[in-house]
């Protein structure tokens, strides 16, 4: 599915499409990403209909995979499900969402992913320093909708090299709980 592409303009003016069929059918579908099943609702139902299609357990239809894929890339996957939990719990706002907008553990915003972040993100964790509502946004690696210790310590384990992307989803996380 191509991302909405609005036009950058004021008006009103209605575009004219050689396709009008088409151009209906994206605007459903936009209205009805995450609600996979087709209740007409987004609730913890539609992450199930997908954990269980990832676990071959239940076929999707195309159009409930177009619905499902509400974190905006070629794959139905965990953070599609994660992003509807996430949703539903009222830690995420807006669905579907593109990759970007995922948290990129770039805490400081440079541009980079480094041990400053988790530096960072540590001291904000300590209350010695604020976070920007950007900043935070960047910092839950740990894909679970809070901020916490795990965030810090999958900053550190990507920086190290032992994780390989960021974000991960909780179950993914390599983080080993120490007794404290
Ligand atoms: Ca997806
Ligand atoms: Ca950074
Ligand atoms: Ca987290």
Do not use: C
Not at 15 to 28: F, G, K, R
Request: proline residues 7%; charged residues 25%; without cysteine.
């Amino acid at each position: 599915m191509e991302g909405p592409s609005p036009e950058p303009s004021g008006t009103a003016t209605p575009y004219i499409s050689s396709t009008p069929e088409m151009t209906a059918t994206a605007t459903v579908l936009s209205l009805s990403i995450g609600d996979v099943n087709g209740d007409g609702q987004i609730t913890y139902l539609d992450a199930e209909w997908i954990r269980e299609y990832l676990a071959g357990q239940h076929p999707l239809t195309l159009p409930q995979k177009e619905r499902a894929n509400v974190v905006a890339d070629y794959l139905i996957d965990g953070f599609d499900a994660q992003a509807i939990d996430l949703f539903t719990n009222g830690k995420l706002g807006l669905l579907p969402l593109s990759l970007y907008e995922l948290p990129s553990g770039d805490v400081n915003k440079d541009g980079l992913v480094t041990q400053q972040d988790a530096v960072k993100l540590s001291r904000f964790l300590a209350a010695l320093e604020d976070l920007s509502p950007a900043e935070e946004a960047e910092a839950d690696v740990v894909w679970d909708g809070d901020i916490d210790l795990d965030d810090v310590n999958d900053i550190i384990s990507y920086v190290e090299g032992d994780l390989y992307h960021l974000p991960v989803l909780p179950e993914d996380s390599q983080i080993s709980h120490e007794v404290e």
